[in-house]
């Protein structure tokens, strides 16, 4: 069955980075789009990065993150750099068989997320 497994979340202080990894398996990765998605406390889920021919950010963490794929390794990254406390969230990975972007209705499956803490 399908399945994504996030990993790479952690407590760390504003100005620091951390790299997020999404492990995929089930269906044909490389022809799927991926995305990154978050929800803090209290907040809706929001997008953060897509990955297909080309790459989409959030304005919040654009020139800050880096979404990355890698097809041999089924798996997507998320390279998260100058975190902010704002950052903390739940970040989840999400897979699109079509097009990706910012529209969480766009993506089919969906990671169970890791937790990403930035103190301040």
């Known amino acids: 069955q399908v399945q994504l497994v996030e990993s790479g979340g952690g407590l760390v202080q504003a100005g620091g980075s951390l790299r997020l990894s999404c492990a995929a398996s089930g269906f044909t990765f490389s022809t799927y789009g991926m995305g990154w998605f978050r929800q803090a406390p209290g907040k809706a889920r929001e997008f953060v990065a897509a990955i297909s021919w080309n790459t989409y950010y959030a304005d919040s963490v654009k020139g800050r993150f880096t979404i990355s794929r890698d097809n041999a390794k089924n798996t997507v990254y998320l390279q998260m750099n100058s975190l902010k406390p704002e950052d903390t969230a739940v970040y989840y990975c999400?897979?699109?068989?079509?097009?990706?972007?910012?529209?969480?209705?766009?993506?089919?499956?969906w990671g169970q997320g890791t937790k990403v803490t930035v103190s301040s």
């Open positions: 999400a897979a699109s068989p079509g097009a990706t972007g910012p529209s969480s209705q766009m993506y089919r499956h």
